[in-house]
């Protein structure tokens, strides 16, 4: 029986050597055979990708194992959310159609077993961060997207793939001060009456109880792979192996 619910985020299949990212796909391709039997729903946080556009009769290569889980999954009738993240926003209609996958461009609110969470990527809540606000809006912008899918795609997935690179760099070394704001955050939505608030984004793997709830930060899988486990009312975050 279909009991459990997953979430993961920032894999960032992309970034890596080929070599690298033979095994990361593999170790995904595990995970997901793995989860199959119990998962009801799996929760994708964003940065699924280092990068992704998605032309409208172009698919770039290197993901079919990753396309290919997915198909599984969903055809096995678990649910998968996808939140679509500041690395692989530019998404149209093929994670919906082809894979059966939900695409969300923002936060939501869900009850889970009678608990409540509030799911999101994460970045429009970090602090200190101005430049990248303004840039997110740039980037999101229809007309500059459309702009930008007149390019052939070899130039344009070559562009988005080297600046993704620098946008993830940023990430990894930027310095938000002591309070990145997602924790604050956090307790604002949990003083609400949430029970659990799940981000990702900043890649740093956190776990915080703060009065009757938690904060959980799922880190990324560039360096130690975690994922969130949630079932019988209990919240567990686990290594992947």
């Known amino acids: 029986m279909k009991s459990k619910y997953y979430f993961i ?35 994708i946080l964003g940065d699924l990708f280092d990068y992704w556009f998605e032309y409208r009769t172009v698919l770039q290569k290197g993901y079919f194992g990753v396309f290919t889980a997915l198909k599984k999954l969903t055809s096995n009738g678990t649910g998968v959310y996808y939140f679509i993240g500041n690395h692989d926003f530019m998404h149209r209609d093929f994670f919906e159609k082809e894979i059966g996958v939900k695409l969300l461009k923002d936060e939501i609110s869900i009850n889970l ?46 562009l988005a793939r080297l600046s993704s690179k620098k946008s993830r760099g940023y990430t990894d070394k930027k310095d938000y001060g002591k309070v990145d704001g997602l924790f604050e955050f956090a307790k604002k939505k949990i003083k609400e009456g949430y029970d659990y608030v799940i981000f990702g984004h900043v890649h740093r793997l956190k776990d915080e109880k703060f009065e009757a709830g938690r904060y959980i930060n799922l880190g990324s899988w560039l360096s130690e792979p975690h994922y969130g486990e949630f079932s019988n009312n209990e919240f567990k975050i686990k290594k992947v192996s």
């Open 113 to 158: 077993e009678n608990k409540k969470f509030f799911l999101a990527h994460g970045d429009d809540f970090v602090k200190n961060d101005l430049g990248y606000k303004i840039l997110k809006k740039i980037l999101r912008s229809k007309v500059n997207q459309f702009l930008y899918s007149l390019l052939h795609p070899d130039i344009g997935i070559w």
């Open 9 to 43: 985020s920032d894999i960032h299949f992309g970034f890596d050597s080929p070599s690298k990212e033979v095994e990361k796909e593999k170790l995904f391709v595990e995970f997901i055979d793995k989860i199959i039997p119990d998962c009801k729903t799996l929760f």
